[in-house]
């Protein structure tokens, strides 16, 4: 699943390409945009709030996109043979030498450069966002809005991006690890939330701009995570078997990963 940094890293790449140039080719596979004509367009800018990306026209459009699940974008240089499938294609942005391939995007909506506080208003603090920056990172209110609901488990409220935003499952997982907190630890007895958000913030900044995220320092196959995906294997620190358990609100459930001896249950 995409995480902020996933998402950054993406949008950065986007930027490159697309910043600055004339749209030559445009299309939106998706009902509601299908007619929408963008060639012409220059894009101005490609920018990251929370998991979602916004490409920003001189028309005074955004076309606001989220990888949510298992979206991605691909780029191509002009020539080459677009990538696919076919049926998973939802945008298509062309320019002079490059095409951007969004493949999978469960969200493509375009809307007013204006509006856009309507798709990523409620978001909060960007972990990855410059700090006095509008939905920069605010670590202060970060904890404002984590603490909010004392009652809450760590783990829930680590994955809503209205606190703060750019964590999903696998940091989550990590960071609790890391911090020897159970997920399912009320966030008011969490003993040093300031700095479990100081160092999710760091892992989230080492891995911007690597292909792969690493947790453990190691980048190798089946080594960089401490207990992400790593069920009913040994614990890297004590050698207890990894848990496993799905939880969350109702029809948002998450798989949590925890080590049961270095993250006991209080
Ligand atoms: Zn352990």
């Known amino acids: 699943m995409p995480e902020g940094d996933t998402v950054h890293r993406s949008c950065a790449q986007l930027h490159r390409v697309l910043a600055g140039q004339?749209?030559?080719?445009?299309?939106?596979r998706v009902p509601r945009h299908a007619a929408a004509d963008l060639v012409g367009m220059t894009v101005l800018e490609v920018v990251p709030r929370g998991k979602h990306q916004l490409t920003r026209l001189d028309s005074g459009l955004t076309l606001h996109t989220h990888l949510r699940m298992?979206?991605?974008?691909?780029i191509v240089g002009r020539g080459a043979r677009p990538p696919g499938p076919a049926h998973q294609v939802r945008v298509v942005l062309g320019t002079g030498t490059d095409l951007a391939v969004g493949l999978?995007?469960?969200?493509?909506?375009?809307l007013h450069t204006s509006d856009?506080?309507?798709?990523?208003?409620?978001?909060g603090p960007d972990l990855l966002g410059v700090v006095g920056q509008p939905g920069g990172w605010d670590e202060e209110e970060a904890l404002r809005r984590l603490t909010a609901d004392p009652r809450r488990t760590v783990?829930?409220?680590?994955?809503?991006?209205r606190n703060l935003a750019?964590?999903?499952?696998?940091?989550?997982?990590?960071?609790?690890?890391?911090q020897g907190v159970h997920p399912r630890t009320p966030v008011g007895e969490v003993g040093d939330l300031p700095r479990l958000v100081r160092r999710v913030r760091q892992l989230l900044q080492v891995n911007v701009?690597?292909?792969?995220?690493?947790?453990?320092?190691?980048?190798?196959r089946g080594q960089r995570a401490w207990v992400f995906e790593r069920p009913g294997q040994p614990?890297?620190?004590?050698?207890?078997?990894?848990?496993?358990?799905?939880f969350g609100p109702a029809g948002q459930e998450r798989l949590s990963y925890w080590c049961p001896r270095c993250q006991p249950q209080k």
């Open 22 to 28: 004339v749209l030559t080719r445009a299309e939106l």
């Open 70 to 74: 298992d979206g991605t974008w691909r």
């Open 104 to 110: 999978r995007l469960p969200v493509v909506e375009l």
């Open 116 to 123: 856009e506080q309507n798709v990523v208003g409620h978001l």
């Open 155 to 161: 783990g829930e409220a680590l994955l809503d991006q």
């Open 166 to 178: 750019g964590v999903g499952t696998f940091y989550r997982a990590e960071i609790c690890f890391l």
């Open 209 to 220: 701009t690597r292909p792969t995220q690493v947790t453990t320092g190691i980048d190798r």
């Open 235 to 246: 614990c890297r620190r004590c050698g207890t078997l990894i848990a496993v358990e799905e």
